[in-house]
């Protein structure tokens, strides 16, 4: 299996199109075809349906793009950390949505003011997303928010720095006038919780009572995204401090819970990983700072 025919299938697949993808890539169209079709010998499975638009992946074309993109991302990141034998490169680094993610610029920042070659790429998502892509090697250093499980497979730094949760609700919602938020004040609400919060169970103590008890009505992994449909009316939202503007004017306000719930932040990395230079400078300033 050739990484030039995986570019040739993700081409095919971003296009919709075997003739599109042929003109993009400035190759004939029945290379394209005859690529895919050896391709697709190889694995025993059909990729593509032709249809009246042009082409449907199917359930194992789906498959195997989300794994191609993988391959060609390790690919490039690969070519990165070789393309010059000074200190610079690009980092690769993971974020949960905390407040917390200041304390990576100023590592960052430092580290630019001495080697301006390294350059970095931020990817954000929550701990499933970056427990998986972290294991794949896709970035080099992951900063997790609150209860991570199995980070003993990790090294990690443990941030100084913690996160406060609390609500997030409208202005004009009858908590807004409350200065913290107990367990009896979420029964019966309508709640709006992260995918994370909601697999880990980790509100079950501090509640007192099943987290299956809550109503919750809604789940995200982008705090933003979720904080627009508490604008909308739709729920209250469990969330962390620090993230969601809930200045005058904004039409938010956010409560801490009591009893006060803290989340840690870790700053963690593959035990086995072999680091570039730009990632071993990294580490370095951040064992440092911290």
Known sequence: MELRVLKYFLEV???????????KLNITQPTITRQIA??????????????????RLTQEGLLLKKRAEELIELEEKIKLEFSSHDISGTLYIGAGETAGV????KILKRLHEKFPGIKYRMISG???????????GLIDFALFVGQINNLNKYNFLTLPDSDTWGVIVRSDDELAQ????????????ELLFSHQAKAHGEFSKWLGYPQDELNITGTHNLIYNASVMVREGLGVLLTI???????????????PLKPEIKASLVLAWKKEAVFSKAAKKFLEFATQTN
Do not use: M, W
């Open 126 to 136: 929550d701990s499933f997303d970056l427990v998986d892509i972290l294991d794949k």
């Open 102 to 105: 200041k304390y990576v610029g």
């Open 178 to 189: 409350k200065n913290f938020i107990t367990p009896e004040d979420l029964k019966g609400r």
């Open 13 to 23: 697949a971003r296009e919709e199109s075997v003739t599109r993808a042929a003109l």
């Open 241 to 255: 401090d620090g993230i969601i503007n809930t200045e005058g004017g904004s039409g938010l306000k956010f409560i």
């Open 38 to 55: 050896q391709l697709e010998e190889e694995l025993g499975e059909k990729l593509y349906l032709r249809e009246s638009y042009g082409i």
